[in-house]
């Protein structure tokens, strides 16, 4: 019977190819084993019962039999027992695979009704597609232009919301070179279930003649240097403390001290906020004069920004990753 | 729970049912017997409408590419059928047609605390479906059943406010509801009916009726909200009106998790009737039970962050949301236990009823222990917004809630209606119900491991084969959903005269009342002096 049903044609495993996908394979069979087990316990009891003391002709009043405290204590714990172990396991590998390694490969996503727009930090953009290489930890840095999406791809075991407004962080390293469906799982509107694609785990090297082959004229970077120059910003933002806003050189991963004292990481949300929404965060020491670049910047743009001043600071920005090669 | 002071009455063919015939006696009745049955009209045509919308569904996938309709369809299919089968369907089902029906009669009273008021409540509800039958006609919404913002509130041009108002309205029905059942058990007992004597399913009722009173006005806050967002522009859950748009996913769920139990908890009352009376025993561990009634109740409030693990929300709040969802699956397998812990040393019998009861335990237990799949975050992480939920809750609410139902619809068919219905076709029913349930869903599980995301009108070929399987058990289901329909109307004009117990039952609605009952259900008001499930002084019907 299960030999007929694996030859038969129908797939009963997706495709394992990261690192936490083994380890959620283990507690999803450990899962399905013991909810087997159980099944089989239950049911096997109710059959069994419902055999046992069917009803015949002429039988007798069945007796009354209330509870049974003992009873009730064992069949409440050992659930709970089973239930404590298998959240331990699972809110473990959660907690453990929550923040991405330190030096993971960023790519930005934007999500838009109804296609993904990728792009790598050297600057190639994909549409629907995502080209990463094998065994090394990706880490993707995501928001939406519109309506809540959701970065799925079953071979990993991964999925995170892509949300409008803020940015959330989706990781995961690649173990097996191949071709792998990228879904929307978030429901976002007529073509919901056209916005798929496919992610391209390649080999090390064809992965950099792959960045090589599809190299564009500036990094992600360089083209928010740009912008960060034609939006005006380095008015204010000067390198050194002349202008009217901070110094922008070094800022990214620092603390910032907001005018109620309150302290906050700038990261890659709080650019964006102060970006569409300054008011919200005033920081201290600085006149609140900064004006809001809502529908004056797309998502992609904000990240190329962001991708700019993260680069203050390290060197500069490389015009071309020749580096890649 | 039996023993009149007074001599039974003798069979008074003035009842309910043939009391008045006119329209006017249906429509301005305060009798909670006759309100059930306009409920159970109304929500009986509401559920073939959204099992149409389901049927519609299946067949479009028979194809990877949708076989008959565009995806936009499609999206206004699915919306309509969650939509019509959560708040016009499986939440009103049970208490508004056995609860309205038989509160009153097992408690010991003569109608509800407020008959006014639960007739308002039907046309309460009719006006809502009213509202969203009409978005549903008049061109569709496609937001699916949790109007997700800010899809729902800024980005779709179909008919949300329409849609929305008739889901507004209709849960001031259910507060209405719930209200009235509350006061009716606290107030109405008759005498010797102590708390503990009250019949598991009034516990359960109870229950509900608590998360209907303080779930359903968080809900109406909440789609108000979006209306105020779509119609004024009032900025709550748009980020571009700084706004939060996972804040509406936490008003939502705050609801929509405890509405879970709204749909469960009177399905396990109904369960917990069925056994002890096709076992002829007392129910094991009715403490345990009616316990775990309020406790479900109580822990499904504080769970509705198990919707949001991939939602961003912060990875602290996922593990306490986990934690807790652990925890409100203890009392649901406590429940399974006495369940069948009752059948030992029964006498079971394998009347309709008890056939749609044991399937009701087995299909609730693979739902509830798919749930615990589902509330491990690492696992919830792959699976969440797949078929595999689709399964999990589908053998939660049509598994479980409306077998149920069809099983509480049987007993109480012939107090209900003074007609017996043919057994055997009941019984053929229920297997038919159960096979085809299974072949529609369990591939579905398969599917959600394997990847394949929920609310999809076109899927990649791989997926094919399991969503055909699907398909087919969902013909099965939907003949086996019309067969009750054909026999039950006809049992209305041909069926034999039922008597007043015909299982031997206890109970007041089976021992003080004759079937069907009159409009004031007792002659006089019944003095209780025994539990509830006094089997051992009924004998045994013959075999």
């Known amino acids: 019977m299960i030999a007929f049903l694996l030859q038969s044609g129908i797939p009963f495993r997706p495709e394992a190819a990261s690192t936490s996908g083994a380890h959620l394979d283990k507690l999803f069979y450990f899962l399905t084993g013991l909810s087997f087990l159980l099944c089989v316990l239950i049911f096997g009891t109710l059959v069994y019962f419902a055999v046992r003391y069917r009803r015949r002709p002429h039988g007798s009043v069945p007796p009354v039999i209330l509870q049974s405290i003992p009873l009730e204590i064992v069949w409440t714990v050992i659930p709970i027992i089973i239930n404590v172990v298998i959240f331990l396991w699972a809110a473990n590998l959660f907690f453990r695979d929550a923040e991405p390694p330190i030096g993971s490969t960023e790519i930005f996503v934007v999500g838009k009704q109804w296609m993904w727009h990728l792009q790598h930090a050297e600057g190639q953009r994909e549409i629907n597609e995502l080209h990463i290489p094998v065994n090394v930890p990706i880490k993707l840095i995501m928001t939406s232009q519109d309506v809540i999406h959701d970065f799925f791809v079953p071979a990993f075991r991964e999925k995170k919301d892509v949300v409008p407004g803020r940015y959330t962080l989706e990781w995961f390293q690649p173990t097996k070179i191949g071709r792998y469906h990228l879904f929307c799982a978030q429901y976002c509107g007529t073509l919901h279930s056209g916005m798929i694609g496919w992610v391209y785990v390649m080999s090390q090297k064809d992965y950099a003649e792959w960045m090589y082959r599809n190299r564009p004229s500036e990094s992600a970077a360089g083209v928010g240097q740009r912008l960060f120059a034609k939006l005006a910003c380095n008015n204010c933002h000067q390198t050194n403390r002349s202008g009217s806003g901070p110094p922008l050189t070094g800022a990214f991963g620092s603390v910032a001290t907001l005018q109620n004292g309150e302290r906050r990481e700038v990261d890659e949300g709080f650019i964006h906020q102060i970006i569409l929404n300054p008011t919200t965060l005033p920081v201290a020491g600085y006149p609140q004069v900064m004006p809001s670049f809502r529908g004056e910047v797309s998502e992609e743009e904000i990240l190329e920004i962001i991708a700019y001043i993260k680069s203050m600071g390290q060197e500069q920005p490389q015009p071309v990753a020749e580096g890649n090669q | ?543």
């Open chain 2, 1 to 543: 729970m039996s023993t009149a002071v007074v001599e039974r009455p003798l069979y008074n063919p003035v009842n309910y049912l043939n009391v008045k015939h006119t329209l006017k006696s249906w429509l301005l009745t305060t009798d909670h017997k006759r309100i059930a049955l306009l409920y159970l009209g109304s929500i009986t045509m509401l559920f073939f409408v959204g099992g149409f919308a389901a049927m519609l569904m299946r067949l479009n996938l028979l194809e990877p590419a949708g076989a008959i309709v565009h995806p936009e369809t499609y999206n206004k299919l699915f919306t309509m059928h969650g939509i019509v089968m959560v708040w016009f369907f499986l939440i009103p089902s049970i208490p508004t047609t056995l609860g309205n029906f038989l509160i009153p009669i097992m408690v010991g009273a003569r109608d509800l605390a407020f008959p006014k008021l639960n007739l308002l409540s039907w046309y309460i509800f009719i006006f809502g479906s009213a509202f969203t039958l009409y978005a549903l006609v008049s061109g569709g919404v496609d937001t699916g059943w949790t109007f997700y913002t800010p899809l729902s509130s800024l980005y779709v041009t179909t008919h949300v406010m329409a849609a929305a108002a008739g889901v507004f309205i209709t849960g001031f029905s259910s507060i209405l509801t719930g209200l009235n059942f509350i006061v009716t058990v606290h107030k109405m007992r008759a005498p010797g009916m102590t708390w503990f004597r009250l019949p598991l399913f009034v516990w359960s009722m109870y229950a509900t009726s608590v998360i209907f009173v303080l779930a359903t006005p968080v809900l109406a806050i909440t789609l108000l909200l979006i209306g105020l967002e779509r119609g004024l522009h009032v900025g709550i859950f748009d980020p571009a009106l700084g706004g939060d748009p996972i804040l509406f996913q936490h008003l939502f769920w705050f609801y929509s998790h405890p509405a879970v139990y709204i749909m469960i908890l009177p399905g396990m009352g109904v369960v917990s009737e069925l056994v002890a009376a096709f076992s002829r025993k007392r129910v094991f561990g009715y403490k345990a039970i009616g316990f775990s009634s309020m406790a479900i109740a109580l822990f499904g409030f504080f769970v509705w962050g198990h919707h949001m693990f991939v939602s961003g929300q912060s990875v602290y709040a996922g593990m306490v949301f986990s934690a807790l969802s652990f925890a409100v699956a203890i009392p649901s397998a406590i429940k399974v236990f006495n369940w069948t812990a009752t059948l030992y040393k029964g006498s079971i019998s394998f009347d309709a009823p008890m056939l749609y009861a044991l399937g009701f335990i087995g299909l609730f237990t693979i739902g509830g222990l798919t749930g615990l799949f589902l509330a491990a975050l690492s696992v919830d992480v792959h699976v969440h917004d797949t078929y595999f939920v689709i399964a999990h809750f589908h053998y939660i609410m049509v598994g479980g809630a409306v077998m149920a139902y069809l099983g509480g619809i049987h007993f109480w068919w012939p107090k209900i209606t003074g007609k017996l219905y043919p057994d055997v076709w009941a019984r053929l029913a229920a297997v038919i119900i159960f096979v085809g349930f299974n072949l529609t869903f369990f591939p579905q599980y398969l599917l959600g491991y394997l990847g394949m995301p929920r609310r999809y009108a076109m899927y990649p070929a791989e997926f094919q084969m399991l969503n055909v399987m699907s398909t087919a058990g969902a013909s099965i289901l939907g003949l086996g959903y019309l067969l009750p329909l054909v026999y039950l109307i006809w049992s209305l004009r041909y069926g034999p005269d039922a008597g007043p117990n015909p299982f031997l039952a206890t109970g007041l609605e089976w021992e003080e009342t004759q079937s069907p009952p009159t409009t004031h259900n007792f002659e006089e008001i019944p003095v209780v002096t025994q539990d509830a499930y006094a089997y051992e002084n009924m004998g045994i019907p013959n075999v």
